[in-house]
């Protein structure tokens, strides 16, 4: 990650490396848009990846349309049932349920503290099958 912000530093004179519409992420590694384009190279080493097979990964970063910076990450590892991001103006950046806005941590620690899924649906008034997935995807994430 740090030798990825550092080349994208220098070769487009930005202070924010990792805070530019130049990046991409397919999760694993980060890639640079260069010349303008949309032709993606990934940042450590120059290596052009297939974009067909990239190309759902690269979707989750959501930029403010005022500026040049990112709004919000969609972590991928969480379903559509139950959106997670991770936005500075809300849990302190750290990921939350995108539409209710509650930290997974609390989802996830109250149903780890041996509340029912039922229970900590109410308790954070999102659906069952939401807390369900959250903490079914926290897991196999922390398993990970």
Same mark, same amino acid.
């Given at each position: 990650?740090?030798?990825? =912000?550092? *080349? ?31 032709d993606l190279a990934r940042a ?37 049932? =139950? ?10 950046? =750290? ?31 999102? *659906? ?14 922390? =398993?990970?």
């Amino acid at each position: 990650m740090r030798d990825a =912000a550092t *080349t994208v530093r220098e070769r487009f004179g930005t202070p924010y490396g990792l805070a530019t519409q130049r990046i991409a992420t397919d999760g694993v590694d980060i890639f640079v848009h260069y010349l303008d384009s949309d032709d993606l190279a990934r940042a450590r080493d120059g290596q052009r990846p297939i974009r067909e097979v990239i190309r759902d990964y690269l979707k989750y970063i959501i930029w403010d349309a005022d500026d040049d910076f990112p709004q919000r990450l969609r972590l991928r590892q969480y379903p559509d049932a =139950a959106p997670v991001i991770i936005d500075p103006r809300f849990g302190w950046g =750290a990921p939350v349920l995108e539409g209710s806005k509650v930290p997974i941590d609390a989802i996830v620690g109250l149903w780890q503290a041996g509340e029912s899924l039922e229970t900590v649906a109410e308790e954070f008034g999102i *659906t069952r099958d939401q807390a369900e997935e959250v903490c079914r995807a926290a897991l196999r994430y922390d =398993a990970a």
